[in-house]
């Protein structure tokens, strides 16, 4: 016998769930949680926790100390090489398999949509595993690292940064821009794994919800009365999402 809890959910729900030709979704970093990946604030353990990642996420920290911000992101991305999708991730891409229309939105920048094989994927905040040049945010694929210098692109000499929007950058326009059209045309709106504090990611569940879309939270530490247009699913993302894709589509 499976020690799995049993969800129910409501029947209005699963019913729009099928009914439905274009799902979008927006998550934030607890659909990685239960892959072992600490949110921005916790990350700041061990070596790093005397630091203040609003003081490590910025141009400004960058320009200031290069090498000691490449470090930490190399820590970080070590961390995101070493975590595997959790069934989240992977309950995504049954839903993007079974609706015409699916765009997954997400804040995380470790890639692990794409590693658990969604496709329609906007990075709203990028992805930590690529580099860029920090003059023209040109994606550089190679470079030496001797340990101790700035690293810099092998052609240009430009300092390579890695291609995640720091505090104070602009998002990418067009990856804004899609997402909010998903917002505006889905017909359900999922925002899982997210405090939606953070704009303007936290205004797309409010745009879907202004124009009449049913919005599903799927957190397990938020409390909102449920309404006929918004649906609270509370608990871990891995364990809500395959027992919602189990119940709607019996898979
Ligand atoms: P937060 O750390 O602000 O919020 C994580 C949310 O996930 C919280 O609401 C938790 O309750 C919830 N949560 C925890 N475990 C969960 C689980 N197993 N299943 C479902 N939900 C769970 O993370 P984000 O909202 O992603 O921005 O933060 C947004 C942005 O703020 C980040 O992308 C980053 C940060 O500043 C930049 O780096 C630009």
């Not at 709106?189 to 919005?215: C, D, K, Q």
């Amino acid at each position: 016998m499976s020690d799995r809890p049993v969800y129910e959910f409501p029947a209005d729900l699963i019913e729009k769930l099928r009914a439905a030709r274009h799902v979008a979704v927006l998550t934030g970093a607890g659909v990685s949680a239960e892959s072992g990946i600490p949110t921005f604030r916790d990350a700041l353990t061990g070596l790093w926790a005397k630091y203040d990642p609003m003081t490590l996420a910025t141009r400004e920290a960058f320009q200031e100390n290069p090498r000691l911000v490449w470090e930490w992101y190399t820590w970080r991305r070590n961390r995101v090489g070493e975590a595997d999708p959790n069934p989240a991730h992977y309950a995504l891409v049954e839903i993007e398999r079974r609706v015409p229309h699916f765009t997954l939105i997400t804040q995380n920048v470790d890639g692990l949509h794409h590693r658990a094989g969604s496709v329609h994927v906007i990075e709203l905040h990028g992805n930590i595993t690529r580099v860029k040049r920090f003059d023209d945010d040109v994606i550089v694929e190679r470079w030496e690292d001797n340990g101790l210098d700035p690293v810099r692109c092998p052609d240009t000499g430009s300092l390579l940064r890695p291609d995640v929007v720091w505090f104070g950058e602009l998002l990418p326009a067009e990856a804004l821009q899609t997402a909010q059209a998903a917002a505006v045309n889905c017909d359900i709106f999922f925002t899982i794994g997210t405090a939606a504090m953070v704009e303007p990611a936290a205004s797309l569940p409010r745009l879907a919800m202004n124009y009449g879309t049913p919005v599903v939270i799927v957190n397990p530490a938020v409390t909102l009365r449920s309404s006929s247009s918004l649906y609270l699913l509370k608990g871990p993302a891995g364990q809500i999402l395959p027992a919602l894709v189990q119940a709607t589509w019996g898979v």
